[in-house]
């Protein structure tokens, strides 16, 4: 399987952007979608999570800014990115996670720059 990462680009602060993540095919047992980022020197950070039946979770630094979702018969999900934010700049990651067999699945990032 996998994962095309696609939507980054360049945008202005308080800008928006969408990302989205496509599986090459169906993907079964799917415990959670992801959103990583990391930028340069730092450490990769989850951003935002989407479990199968729908709760999601934010890193505190997104939350009321970014919003995940899914198109769970597409194996397809989305990350909408509102008031952007310079900090916000990084190279986006998309992953998704199976409990039986347990495995992560990633996609090649995409690249968020976001200038002030």
């Known amino acids: 399987v996998q994962l095309q990462a696609s939507g980054g680009g360049l945008v202005q602060a308080g800008g928006s952007l969408r990302l989205s993540c496509v599986a090459s095919?169906?993907?079964?047992?799917?415990?959670?979608m992801d959103w990583y980022r990391q930028s340069p020197g730092n450490q990769r950070e989850l951003v935002a999570t989407?479990?199968?039946?729908?709760?999601?979770n934010y890193a505190d630094s997104v939350k009321g800014r970014f919003a995940i979702s899914r198109d769970g018969a597409a194996n397809t999900n989305y990350l909408q990115m509102n008031s952007l934010k310079p900090e916000d700049t990084a190279v986006y990651y998309c992953?998704?996670?199976?409990?039986?067999?347990?495995?992560?699945?990633w996609g090649q990032g995409t690249q968020v720059t976001v200038s002030s």
């Open positions: 992953s998704v996670t199976t409990w039986e067999p347990p495995r992560i699945y």
């Open positions: 095919r169906n993907i079964t047992n799917i415990n959670t």
């Open positions: 989407i479990g199968i039946s729908g709760s999601t």
